[in-house]
């Protein structure tokens, strides 16, 4: 689904005219606290990110979103699904991050069940959060995901949820 509308979003599939918003709220050292390799430092990296993004929609016809409140032109943040090899599984990976603006206001849960409404018929769904990583951990419980277990992922302990 590359637009998807939940009650308070609008969620489309990711484009490059949404690069400068993956690079403001990537680079911010505040969404990036829990990620093992920090903020991303520079544009080309943002660029890269997004290329794949892209990609993962025009070769799996699933991917990442980029999240507007209705009836606004801002991007306040991203995720969606990502298909990826976790811990020997292909699965598909639920992400969100939002700018420190949106935060406290339930998008990520809102992005979150958009998200696992979509991908239930298309194969299982994770979560991999790192294990310090709470307001996320509570993002995961509160869409009904379970803790599963916790393995080494991107070099630091990580919780996988299972939908």
């Not at 598909?92 to 069940?113: D, I, K, M």
């Not at 393995?151 to 302990?157: D, K, N, R």
């Amino acid at each position: 689904m590359e637009v998807v509308h939940t009650a308070r979003m609008v969620l489309s599939r990711v484009t490059m005219d949404d690069l400068d918003a993956v690079h403001e709220i990537h680079s911010d050292p505040r969404t990036s606290v829990y990620h093992p390799g920090g903020p991303v430092t520079d544009r080309e990296s943002s660029r890269a990110m997004l290329d794949l993004w892209v990609a993962d929609w025009s070769q799996r016809g699933i991917g990442y979103w980029a999240a507007r409140l209705k009836e606004q032109d801002e991007v306040i943040g991203f995720g969606g699904l990502r298909q990826a090899m976790v811990d020997g599984d292909e699965v598909l990976n639920l992400y969100y991050r939002f700018r420190p603006s949106a935060w406290g206001h339930g998008y990520a849960v809102e992005l979150a069940r958009a998200a696992l409404r979509v991908g239930k018929a298309l194969g299982p769904v994770v979560a991999v959060i790192r294990d310090v990583n709470e307001p996320s951990h509570r993002v995961a419980e509160r869409v009904g995901m379970r803790r599963d277990r916790t393995i080494p992922y991107g070099g630091v302990p990580s919780d996988v949820y299972v939908a």
